[in-house]
């Protein structure tokens, strides 16, 4: 059912940007929409941004009005736009594909971009 490909994390400085992006391929059905998670060490996996097919977006409350998610359709790529960094932010950032079977709704994950916010 394809495969997702994150690229853009990086060492930043607090303040600093980032833009990840999460290349979708070899996609069979159609997606409900994508979305970003993070995973800082020691912590539960959470969620941080999403957009669905319609273009509706949600964010985590603590990074509203820092992150933006977008995304290019002919690429199948989603974006996410990280500015005002805080070291809160690190963590590993997974992208997630949630795609439309006939046997249901199937998540698809990228294997992680490290992301380092230093003090």
């Known amino acids: 059912q394809g495969q997702l490909v994150e690229s853009g994390g990086g060492l930043v400085q607090t303040g600093g940007s980032l833009r990840l992006s999460c290349a979708a391929s070899g996609r069979t059905v159609s997606s409900y929409g994508m979305g970003w998670f993070r995973q800082a060490p020691g912590k539960e996996r959470e969620f941080v941004a999403d957009i669905s097919r319609d273009g509706s977006t949600n964010y985590l409350d603590s990074v509203k009005g820092r992150f933006t998610i977008s995304r290019d359709e002919a690429k199948s790529t989603v974006y996410l736009q990280m500015n005002m960094l805080k070291p809160e932010d690190t963590g590993v950032y997974y992208c997630?594909?949630?795609?439309?079977?006939?046997?249901?709704?199937?998540?698809?994950w990228g294997q992680g971009t490290p992301v380092t916010v230093s003090s």
């Open positions: 997630r594909d949630r795609l439309a079977t006939l046997q249901g709704t199937l998540e698809v």
